[in-house]
């Protein structure tokens, strides 16, 4: 084998001397394709600015453009980005990509069939669009395809059954278009296949029987379609994993509790033609090449040249010098291949995880995002049963979500649901399946308490939290594969209370005097559950109220947010996140000698909040504070109101205001006895 690979070292050589005077156009020829990907993905230019005909596209400067180690485009990551274009024939010029993520826009038209000269691709991501026509047969080209996300389209005709031919296939997704036809019985030769979804379709037939013998098969979902016959027994080894419902010819089986029993008739109505071949063996793909160029395997040490000559002349000349070296090549080529490249398995386990939202600095062609991840559960703490001493019954009736359902409500954290972030955290906007809107906050494991019983306690505390004043938690999920924790809470619309200071006057956000009055006795209820000791609960200290962790929901109620939250996280990150605080004013004085906090200092912050939305401002001064003492109301009341409020229930909020934010800790009232005021 070494002296094989010496004969392929001359070949190469032999190929780089024949063109090595010619220029070296192949980075303007991946550059060329862009441009015209560009003009069609985005063609009022919104979104792909960055996109210059003058630039580099490995330089960094090309938003979502990812290059390999050789400097040759190797992944696309665009998903969420507002494209209102089509997929250009183009994009098969990109013969390095390995990842295409063009998923959560708004393209439209066909999907290209030139696409399937991406014999690289492994991850194809065109779901959630408004694609329409076929799904092309030349897809069975891609050899190298693992993940095919189609799903959420307008898609129609049959499924393809050259799908069957991609041997590294592990995910198909295909629900929620307008496929007809049946079922491919070619599906079940895919050894990789785990998860099949072709659900809410218009296909009919039975299920093919070969289908249930896919050995890594662990996800199958026909429900909402036309299918009818006999279900594959195999099938029942999937368990809950197998979703057929509202199927309206009627499905039977034999051991499934949900299926009705098959009779006489059933068995005579299959149609025994839709058996499958177990090999391909009459399947001669057909490739469609984007030009004749010269193009060797991409993951070779150099992409190819594109001569200036005739492409004839370059054509002949590389066909005479292949055809005399082939039985060498190829033999030379395994050997190269194994010898110098890095290529990542359905298996890897880089240290570089590739995701579809942060990529892809890595050096190596890692496996799907999909498969590298725990896709169906997850890193779950309370995997081992600890949850039954560590969570209440109620919290667990549902507390957790997988990591698909994660990223599916994030449109895979796309930019645009991107509500907030900071050095520790970001927060997401997303739709549950169910429809119900909800806040998503992603916080990286580092960031979390090192001890795992630490970190349970924190999560138990903040299920425990029930209160109409509260931000509700909904649940968490926990990826190991990414490093991070996900927190899901009820989604508030109307945002943080310091939306509403430091208005120009006239605006239509003004709030007015009786909405202000209900937000400061919110805000103290909930303040008031926090520092109250309930059966199922301890009382808990804040320790960062402000304006800021105050969201206003629909009806103008303040719920109060990051209740507990420095229960999960590492001490110096809580210690870091409060700096914000202290700039704003809303640290108690005593912190600065005691380095604690307690009740009163949460007090403190509430005194400083009814301040702001008494004057409508965010930073307060000592004139404004003289001014409330005094209760020279045009000095401090904020003028957006325009004098309609009253000076009685002003003076009495103002006074409260100045009492929760006196300099001693032990002058400041309790929040029990601030309720008992505001409420009188």
Same mark, same amino acid.
């Given at each position: 084998?070494?002296?094989?690979?010496?004969?392929?070292?001359?070949?190469?050589?032999?190929?780089?001397?024949?063109?090595?005077?010619?220029?070296?156009?192949?980075?303007?020829?991946?550059?060329?394709?862009?441009?015209?990907?560009?003009?069609?993905?985005?063609?009022?230019?919104?979104?792909?600015?960055?996109?210059?005909?003058?630039?580099?596209?490995?330089?960094?400067?090309?938003?979502?453009?990812?290059?390999?180690?050789?400097?040759?485009?190797?992944?696309?990551?665009?998903?969420?980005? +507002?494209?209102?274009?089509?997929?250009?024939?183009?994009?098969?010029?990109?013969?390095?990509?390995?990842?295409?993520?063009?998923?959560?826009?708004?393209?439209?038209?066909?999907?290209?069939?030139?696409?399937?000269?991406?014999?690289?691709?492994?991850?194809?991501?065109?779901?959630?669009?408004?694609?329409?026509?076929?799904?092309?047969?030349?897809? +069975?080209?891609?050899?190298?395809?693992?993940?095919?996300?189609?799903?959420?389209?307008?898609?129609?005709?049959?499924?393809?059954?050259?799908?069957?031919?991609?041997?590294?296939?592990?995910?198909?997704?295909?629900?929620?278009?307008?496929?007809?036809?049946?079922?491919?019985?070619?599906?079940?030769?895919?050894?990789?296949?785990?998860?099949?979804?072709?659900?809410?379709?218009?296909?009919?037939?039975?299920?093919?029987?070969?289908?249930?013998?896919?050995?890594?098969?662990?996800?199958?979902?026909?429900?909402?379609?036309?299918?009818?016959?006999?279900?594959?027994?195999?099938?029942?080894?999937?368990?809950?994993?197998?979703?057929?419902?509202?199927?309206?010819?009627?499905?039977?089986?034999?051991?499934?509790?949900?299926?009705?029993?098959?009779?006489?008739?059933?068995?005579?109505?299959?149609?025994?033609?839709?058996?499958?071949?177990?090999?391909?063996?009459?399947?001669?793909?057909?490739?469609?090449?984007?030009?004749?160029?010269?193009?060797?395997?991409?993951?070779?040490?150099?992409?190819?040249?594109?001569?200036?000559?005739?492409?004839?002349?370059?054509?002949?000349?590389?066909?005479?010098?292949?055809?005399?070296?082939?039985?060498? +090549?190829?033999?030379?080529?395994?050997?190269?291949?194994?010898?110098?490249?890095?290529?990542?398995?359905?298996?890897?386990?880089?240290?570089?995880?590739?995701?579809?939202?942060?990529?892809?600095?890595?050096?190596?062609?890692?496996?799907?995002?999909?498969?590298?991840?725990?896709?169906?559960?997850?890193?779950?703490?309370?995997?081992?049963?600890?949850?039954?001493?560590?969570?209440?019954?109620?919290?667990?009736?549902?507390?957790?979500?997988?990591?698909?359902?994660?990223?599916?409500?994030?449109?895979?954290?796309?930019?645009?649901?991107?509500? +907030?972030?900071?050095?520790?955290?970001?927060?997401?906007?997303?739709?549950?399946?169910?429809?119900?809107?909800?806040?998503?906050?992603?916080?990286?494991?580092?960031?979390?308490?090192?001890?795992?019983?630490?970190?349970?306690?924190?999560?138990?505390?903040?299920?425990?939290?029930?209160?109409?004043?509260?931000?509700?938690?909904?649940?968490?999920? !926990?990826?190991?594969?990414?490093?991070? !924790?996900?927190?899901?809470?009820?989604?508030?619309?109307?945002?943080?209370?310091?939306?509403?200071?430091?208005?120009?006057?006239?605006?239509?956000?003004?709030?007015?005097?009786?909405?202000?009055?209900?937000?400061?006795?919110?805000?103290?209820?909930?303040?008031?559950?926090?520092?109250?000791?309930?059966?199922?609960?301890?009382?808990?200290?804040?320790?960062?109220?402000?304006?800021?962790?105050?969201?206003?929901?629909?009806?103008?109620?303040?719920?109060?947010?990051?209740?507990?939250?420095?229960?999960?996280? #590492?001490?110096?990150?809580?210690?870091?996140?409060?700096?914000?605080?202290?700039?704003?004013?809303?640290?108690?004085?005593?912190?600065?000698?005691?380095?604690?906090?307690?009740?009163?200092?949460?007090?403190?912050?509430?005194?400083?909040?009814?301040?702001?939305?008494?004057?409508?401002?965010?930073?307060?001064?000592?004139?404004?504070?003289?001014?409330?003492?005094?209760?020279?109301?045009?000095?401090?009341?904020?003028?957006?109101?325009?004098?309609?409020?009253?000076?009685?229930?002003? #003076?009495?909020?103002?006074?409260?205001?100045?009492?929760?934010?006196?300099?001693?800790?032990?002058?400041?009232?309790?929040?029990?006895?601030?309720?008992?005021?505001?409420?009188?």
């Amino acid at each position: 084998m070494g002296f094989l690979c010496f004969l392929y070292f001359l070949f190469s050589l032999l190929l780089f001397l024949a063109f090595s005077g010619l220029p070296t156009v192949w980075g303007n020829s991946e550059l060329r394709a862009l441009m015209e990907m560009k003009a069609s993905l985005d063609p009022v230019n919104r979104f792909l600015s960055s996109w210059t005909s003058d630039a580099d596209p490995c330089s960094g400067s090309f938003e979502g453009v990812h290059c390999n180690e050789h400097r040759k485009v190797a992944n696309i990551t665009l998903q969420g980005k +507002g494209l209102s274009g089509k997929v250009p024939p183009a994009v098969a010029g990109l013969k390095c990509l390995s990842g295409l993520y063009l998923h959560y826009n708004s393209l439209s038209g066909e999907i290209p069939r030139e696409i399937s000269s991406l014999t690289e691709l492994s991850d194809l991501y065109l779901d959630f669009n408004n694609l329409s026509g076929a799904i092309p047969p030349e897809i +069975g080209n891609m050899a190298s395809l693992q993940v095919l996300q189609l799903c959420s389209n307008q898609l129609t005709g049959a499924i393809p059954s050259e799908i069957g031919f991609l041997k590294k296939l592990s995910v198909v997704s295909l629900q929620k278009n307008n496929l007809t036809g049946k079922i491919p019985p070619s599906l079940g030769n895919l050894g990789m296949l785990r998860m099949l979804n072709l659900s809410f379709n218009r296909l009919s037939g039975t299920i093919p029987a070969n289908l249930a013998q896919a050995p890594a098969l662990e996800f199958l979902d026909v429900r909402n379609n036309s299918l009818w016959g006999i279900v594959p027994s195999g099938l029942k080894k999937l368990k809950e994993g197998f979703q057929h419902a509202n199927n309206s010819a009627g499905l039977c089986g034999v051991g499934f509790s949900s299926l009705r029993v098959c009779s006489y008739w059933d068995g005579m109505n299959i149609n025994q033609s839709e058996t499958f071949p177990a090999t391909n063996t009459d399947f001669t793909p057909t490739i469609y090449p984007v030009s004749s160029n010269f193009r060797p395997h991409c993951n070779q040490t150099h992409c190819p040249n594109v001569s200036k000559f005739p492409r004839i002349v370059l054509v002949s000349g590389v066909t005479t010098v292949t055809v005399t070296l082939s039985a060498v +090549g190829l033999l030379t080529f395994l050997c190269y291949r194994r010898r110098k490249q890095k290529i990542g398995s359905s298996f890897d386990t880089s240290e570089c995880q590739l995701s579809t939202d942060r990529s892809i600095d890595c050096h190596r062609k890692i496996a799907s995002p999909l498969v590298s991840l725990e896709y169906s559960t997850g890193w779950d703490p309370l995997a081992d049963g600890r949850n039954g001493n560590v969570f209440s019954q109620e919290f667990c009736q549902n507390p957790r979500f997988n990591l698909d359902e994660i990223e599916s409500a994030t449109q895979y954290f796309s930019e645009v649901n991107l509500l +907030g972030k900071s050095k520790f955290w970001s927060v997401y906007k997303g739709i549950l399946r169910d429809g119900s809107l909800v806040a998503i906050r992603s916080i990286s494991a580092t960031s979390c308490k090192s001890e795992e019983a630490d970190f349970l306690k924190g999560l138990n505390l903040l299920s425990s939290l029930r209160h109409e004043n509260l931000v509700r938690l909904r649940g968490f999920c !926990c990826s190991k594969g990414r490093g991070e !924790c996900y927190l899901i809470h009820d989604f508030v619309p109307n945002g943080s209370l310091s939306r509403y200071l430091d208005l120009e006057e006239g605006s239509s956000q003004v709030l007015n005097w009786s909405t202000r009055v209900s937000i400061i006795h919110g805000i103290a209820k909930g303040i008031g559950y926090l520092h109250s000791s309930e059966e199922n609960k301890p009382s808990l200290v804040h320790r960062s109220i402000s304006a800021d962790k105050v969201l206003i929901d629909q009806r103008f109620n303040p719920l109060i947010s990051d209740s507990g939250l420095p229960k999960l996280l #590492a001490d110096d990150i809580v210690f870091s996140a409060l700096k914000t605080s202290a700039a704003l004013g809303y640290l108690a004085p005593e912190y600065i000698t005691t380095g604690s906090f307690t009740e009163k200092s949460d007090i403190y912050a509430f005194g400083v909040i009814i301040l702001q939305i008494l004057s409508g401002k965010q930073q307060l001064t000592n004139s404004m504070r003289l001014a409330a003492e005094s209760c020279r109301f045009a000095d401090f009341v904020d003028t957006n109101l325009k004098g309609e409020f009253s000076e009685s229930e002003a #003076a009495k909020l103002a006074k409260i205001g100045l009492a929760c934010t006196h300099e001693l800790p032990d002058n400041r009232p309790i929040m029990e006895t601030v309720i008992q005021e505001l409420s009188t």
